[in-house]
């Protein structure tokens, strides 16, 4: 059974009922609600330690109505890595990766597909489209092939080609547009009404952030219920960041965390597509859109995020703070991670090396605090950002060992 109880505006609190399709209230996102007093009834953190280690082990907490619902490609929990080297780069003794490259889709937004793909098939819609950035779209495709509904993807001409591959070979109608994810968002906007798919963009519906939020609800069991000082999380629409902080509410409520205390959540943007520092930084509640927004980091390319709001309440509430790091440098970041970790790490997550190193060296994070940076997705997604050019050796050449193995 389900024990969600309604929805609610996340701007003005108005409740919603959940036994219907809904969308945005005066074109903003909305929260599911849970009757957290049967939650607690019904589960127990001895019965989740005994369930699969999936995603899903936390059903409860979760709004499909019945199993059947569900659309899955056995999105496992990640691992969580501890990471002595790239912390000791830095000064820090206590730094891991919760490693979601390892999800069904190559990145974590299997989480938030997996939800939403669930609950549209819950409310028997068959027809879905989306803008991405790139492995959203991937992910949707992948899951709506699954569900056996129609999908339709939107992505800027320039998202990395990989993305554009695996929406094509999941079956979805898939278009490259000229243009950043907003001038796609229009496309799907614009397309709704002649069309009639259902919008999945970033928190225009509300299941999302429940699938994003099982990012929370796993830390905080690998941690033992304790949670760490610090997160560091790569900000795009922020699904991910504000799903966590609501894991952690909602765990606090329940009784099942050993503290009070929160993490520092820190939202860490590229200088090429800053929307969320600039608002940060000048105490502002909405962010203005980011003009001529330009990162490889193509997950976090995201000039205006309709849960702006969303993101800025909870650094804020978290104590704590938005970043912006030099998109020169996130490929070395890339290669710092692999070289000292074997870690394949997005240039979304690389970004969040960059923000370990800047806080770090100002005395934001401390030696001793725990830290989490988390890589959203593989690598390998990215070949754009990869790129180098190898030493080369001609058929015959002579090797010069000692210099091959000083180059």
């Given at each position: 059974?389900?024990?969600?109880?309604?929805?609610?505006?996340a701007?003005?609190?108005?409740?919603?009922?959940?036994?219907?399709?809904?969308?945005?209230h005066n074109?903003?996102?909305?929260?599911?609600?849970?009757?957290l007093?049967?939650?607690?009834?019904?589960?127990?953190?001895?019965?989740?330690?005994?369930?699969?280690p999936?995603?899903?082990?936390?059903?409860?907490?979760?709004?499909p109505?019945?199993?059947?619902?569900?659309?899955?490609?056995?999105?496992?929990?990640?691992p969580l890595?501890?990471?002595?080297?790239?912390?000791?780069?830095?000064?820090?003794?206590q730094?891991?990766?919760?490693?979601?490259?390892?999800?069904p889709t190559?990145s974590?937004?299997?989480?938030?597909?997996?939800m939403?793909?669930s609950?549209?098939?819950?409310?028997?819609?068959?027809?879905?489209?989306?803008?991405?950035?790139?492995?959203?779209?991937?992910?949707?495709?992948?899951y709506?092939?699954?569900?056996?509904?129609?999908?339709?993807?939107?992505m800027?001409?320039?998202t990395p080609?990989?993305?554009?591959?695996?929406?094509?070979l999941a079956?979805?109608k898939t278009?490259?547009?000229?243009g950043?994810?907003?001038?796609?968002?229009?496309?799907?906007r614009?397309?709704?009404?002649?069309?009639g798919?259902?919008d999945?963009?970033?928190?225009?519906?509300?299941y999302?952030?429940?699938?994003?939020k099982t990012?929370?609800?796993?830390?905080?069991?690998?941690?033992?219920?304790?949670?760490?000082?610090?997160i560091?999380?790569?900000t795009?629409?922020?699904t991910g960041l504000?799903?966590m902080?609501?894991?952690?509410?909602?765990?606090?409520?329940?009784?099942?965390?050993?503290?009070?205390?929160?993490?520092?959540?820190?939202?860490?943007?590229?200088d090429?597509c800053?929307?969320?520092?600039?608002a940060?930084?000048?105490?502002?509640?909405?962010?203005?859109p980011?003009?001529?927004?330009?990162?490889v980091?193509s997950g976090?390319?995201?000039?205006?995020?309709?849960?702006?709001?969303?993101?800025?309440?909870?650094?804020?509430?978290?104590?704590?703070?938005?970043?912006?790091?030099?998109?020169?440098?996130i490929?070395?970041?890339?290669?710092?991670?692999?070289?000292?970790?074997?870690?394949a790490?997005c240039?979304?997550a690389?970004?969040?090396?960059g923000a370990?190193?800047?806080?770090?060296?100002?005395?934001?994070i401390?030696?001793?605090?725990?830290?989490?940076?988390?890589n959203?997705?593989a690598?390998?997604?990215?070949?754009?950002a990869?790129?180098?050019?190898?030493?080369?050796?001609a058929?015959?050449?002579?090797?010069?060992?000692?210099?091959?193995?000083?180059g």
């Amino acid at each position: 059974m389900s024990y969600v109880t309604y929805l609610e505006s996340a701007l003005d609190g108005t409740h919603l009922p959940a036994d219907r399709v809904q969308t945005l209230h005066n074109d903003r996102p909305l929260w599911v609600r849970y009757d957290l007093a049967a939650v607690g009834r019904a589960m127990t953190k001895e019965a989740v330690s005994r369930r699969p280690p999936t995603m899903w082990r936390y059903r409860e907490l979760l709004p499909p109505a019945d199993d059947h619902s569900i659309v899955s490609l056995g999105e496992g929990m990640t691992p969580l890595l501890p990471c002595a080297r790239l912390g000791e780069q830095f000064g820090l003794r206590q730094v891991w990766v919760k490693d979601e490259s390892q999800l069904p889709t190559g990145s974590f937004k299997s989480r938030g597909l997996a939800m939403a793909i669930s609950m549209a098939r819950q409310f028997g819609i068959t027809r879905v489209a989306i803008p991405t950035a790139g492995n959203a779209g991937g992910a949707m495709a992948a899951y709506a092939a699954r569900a056996g509904m129609e999908a339709f993807v939107f992505m800027p001409h320039d998202t990395p080609a990989i993305n554009q591959y695996e929406c094509h070979l999941a079956g979805a109608k898939t278009f490259l547009v000229d243009g950043l994810i907003t001038d796609c968002g229009r496309l799907v906007r614009e397309g709704k009404e002649a069309l009639g798919w259902f919008d999945l963009s970033t928190l225009k519906e509300p299941y999302r952030i429940e699938g994003k939020k099982t990012m929370g609800l796993e830390l905080a069991e690998q941690f033992e219920w304790r949670l760490p000082e610090v997160i560091l999380y790569p900000t795009g629409g922020g699904t991910g960041l504000i799903g966590m902080c609501k894991a952690f509410d909602e765990l606090a409520q329940l009784g099942w965390l050993a503290d009070e205390r929160r993490p520092r959540m820190v939202a860490v943007q590229s200088d090429g597509c800053a929307p969320i520092v600039r608002a940060f930084e000048s105490g502002q509640r909405f962010a203005e859109p980011f003009a001529g927004a330009a990162t490889v980091a193509s997950g976090i390319r995201v000039p205006a995020a309709v849960g702006d709001f969303m993101i800025l309440d909870a650094v804020r509430a978290s104590g704590g703070c938005a970043v912006a790091v030099e998109e020169p440098r996130i490929r070395e970041w890339m290669r710092l991670a692999a070289r000292l970790e074997g870690i394949a790490v997005c240039p979304e997550a690389a970004a969040c090396v960059g923000a370990l190193e800047r806080l770090s060296a100002s005395g934001w994070i401390k030696p001793d605090e725990r830290v989490v940076i988390f890589n959203t997705g593989a690598a390998q997604k990215y070949p754009e950002a990869m790129q180098v050019e190898l030493p080369r050796i001609a058929k015959g050449e002579r090797v010069d060992w000692r210099q091959l193995a000083s180059g």
